[in-house]
Every structure is written in C-alpha cells, then in structure tokens.
C-alpha cells in the first residue's frame, strides 16, 4: 500500500459529510527536500516521517496559519519512507521516495 487516508467521522448520519481535503506531497521521488500543501487546520497536529520499520526519524508541528511545508531530506538515506499528516481527525500517510 502506497498511502492512505482515514477520517473519523461523529456526525449523525443524516447530515451530510463533505469528504476532507487530502495534503499534497511532492516530489516524489524527493532528492533534498519535501514540499507539502495541506488546506489550513484548526486543531493541532504534525507532520511525521517514518522509515519502513515504523521509526520515527523526524517531526513538524503543524501551525493554523501555515499551509506550505518543507521537509529537508538531505540527512535521509536513499530509499522509501512514510510522510504521516495528522490533524484533528484526520490521518494521511503517504510513502515517498527519496533519491540523492
């Protein structure tokens, strides 16, 4: 699996649930740096990066004014990781590729 996304959702049924809207992750594959976009939150969250055994190698906490991140790769060896976006009650993951 490539990347994933779960939302948690308490409303009632009978409203109607708009579907969130998803970060963008790119390059990919990355050689010195990950951009992210992610639509403005009101809640608190992070941005995780994580190898293919689960460790977490890095972390940026997210702000309610900022929209555009940027990950330094540099200090990352080539190969895949995890890009995890949580906010709220939202979870992104998304795999990424980094190449020097």
Known sequence: MDDFFIYDIESPAAVAIQAPLKAEIY????NEK????????NTAG?????????KQLG??????????????????????????IQTGKTIQSQQVIIKH
């Open 27 to 30: 390059p990919n594959p990355a």
């Open 46 to 54: 992070n941005i995780g990066i994580y190898d293919l055994s689960g």
């Open 34 to 41: 990950l951009e992210i976009n992610i639509p403005q939150v």
């Open 59 to 84: 972390s940026v906490a997210l702000s309610s004014t900022a929209t555009h991140y940027e990950l330094d790769t540099r200090m990352l060896t080539p190969g895949h990781y995890f890009i995890v």
